[in-house]
């Protein structure tokens, strides 16, 4: 099912049943893009491999959503699953949109391109939520300004792998400096 950019963003008939148990002494991160299935769930699964490597997997929690309800309770699609196990990752969240709850639950928002930033930006009702706000690609060395992680959904599978490529290089960065940040 495609998704038009700039559809309204549907809400989640039914209550939103957060996965994430708060614990202390751990940093939540949550990955944000547009239905979960594609760059996010992703992100996701890169940044626990990658925090698992270094050792530190029990000092973050990690999630990823949508912003929009199309895909609520789906799998990752095949193509991000694919770019993943190529690389030896294995993708396992379910699509779940975020909402407004979710914000007091994270202590860094990660969005995958402005629009979603902007999408977050006006859900956060306190200045607190809207300073988590930030584009997982603001990490990446090779960003070059264009903070965007765009959306494959419409293309091959190589889009995927060109995608993977960012969000691996954006988040060896982000756990170096949340690692570093939460040794302080």
Same mark, same amino acid.
């Given at each position: 099912?495609?998704?038009?950019?700039?559809?309204?963003?549907p809400?989640?008939?039914?209550?939103?049943?957060?996965?994430?148990?708060?614990?202390?002494?751990?940093?939540?991160?949550?990955?944000?893009?547009?239905?979960?299935?594609?760059?996010?769930?992703l992100?996701?699964?890169?940044?626990?491999?990658?925090?698992?490597? *270094?050792?530190a997997g !029990?000092?973050?929690?990690?999630?990823?959503?949508g912003?929009? $309800?199309?895909?609520?309770?789906?799998? /990752? +699609?095949?193509?991000?699953?694919?770019?993943?196990?190529?690389h030896?990752?294995?993708?396992?969240?379910?699509?779940?949109?975020?909402?407004?709850?979710?914000?007091?639950?994270?202590?860094h928002?990660?969005?995958?391109?402005?629009?979603?930033?902007?999408?977050?930006?006006?859900?956060?009702?306190?200045? *607190?939520?809207?300073? !988590?706000?930030?584009?997982?690609?603001?990490?990446?060395p090779? $960003?070059?300004?264009?903070?965007?992680? /765009? +959306?494959?959904?419409?293309?091959?599978?190589?889009?995927?792998?060109v995608?993977?490529?960012?969000?691996?290089?954006?988040?060896?960065?982000?756990?170096?400096?949340?690692?570093t940040?939460?040794?302080?």
């Open positions: 099912m495609g998704v038009c950019p700039n559809a309204p963003i809400h989640t008939p039914y209550p939103h049943t957060p996965t994430l148990v708060l614990e202390e002494n751990v940093i939540r991160v949550c990955f944000v893009c547009m239905g979960n299935i594609c760059r996010s769930p992100a996701e699964g890169v940044f626990k491999h990658l925090a698992a490597e *270094a050792g !029990k000092d973050f929690q990690i999630e990823s959503f912003i929009g $309800a199309w895909h609520v309770g789906e799998d /990752p +699609d095949s193509r991000s699953q694919d770019v993943a196990r190529a030896g990752i294995r993708l396992t969240s379910r699509a779940q949109q975020f909402q407004p709850e979710d914000f007091p639950r994270f202590d928002v990660l969005a995958l391109d402005e629009t979603i930033a902007s999408d977050l930006h006006r859900l956060a009702t306190r200045d *607190a939520d809207r300073a !988590k706000i930030r584009l997982l690609r603001a990490y990446d090779w $960003a070059e300004g264009n903070l965007n992680v /765009p +959306d494959p959904y419409y293309g091959d599978q190589q889009g995927f792998e995608i993977y490529q960012m969000i691996y290089r954006a988040c060896r960065k982000l756990l170096k400096n949340l690692s940040e939460g040794a302080n």
